[in-house]
């Protein structure tokens, strides 16, 4: 049974993307499960560190991206919405070139916080980062 209050098909999600940084580094929504959501990113020029490697602050921004846009699929947006409280990043393999795919899933989805986990996998489905994202359920109003 879907997770979801808000869906989305997947050009509603890659059209937010439009002029943010998201776009500026290429992450591409690519999918929709019953409890997950899935995006892409280039491992290229844009997303490097200066040694060629993956940059840990491009897998962060995946990650955050992922899980913050699941938390607001799963609330109400007129009422609530999500803000980061926290982000971890493990980042167990590098990655020189190709795509990157990270998976976020929901650990807890409470009234006040949600906690997503988000695996990012290299074209060989081996794992390159874990991340943690914890967010803050607030009102709408809050500004």
């Not at 971890?88 to 906690?115: C, I």
């Not at 988000?118 to 009102?139: F, G």
Request: charged share 15%; proline share 5%; with cysteine.
């Amino acid at each position: 049974m879907p997770i979801w209050k808000q869906p989305a098909a997947l050009e509603q999600l890659n059209a937010l993307n439009r002029n943010t940084m998201m776009a500026a580094i290429g992450i591409v929504f690519t999918e929709i499960g019953d409890d997950y959501l899935c995006a892409t990113m280039p491992v290229d020029a844009r997303t490097h560190q200066p040694f060629g490697l993956l940059h840990g602050g491009a897998s962060a921004a995946l990650a955050e991206t992922l899980g913050s846009t699941g938390g607001m699929m799963v609330l109400d947006p007129a009422e609530q919405i999500v803000v980061g409280l926290e982000i971890n990043a493990n980042h167990l393999r590098g990655v020189k070139s190709g795509t990157v795919t990270g998976t976020a899933r929901p650990l807890h989805l409470g009234r006040s916080t949600q906690v997503w986990e988000i695996r990012i996998e290299d074209e060989q489905q081996r794992l390159a980062c874990i991340s943690r994202l914890t967010l803050a359920v607030v009102p709408r109003n809050v500004g």
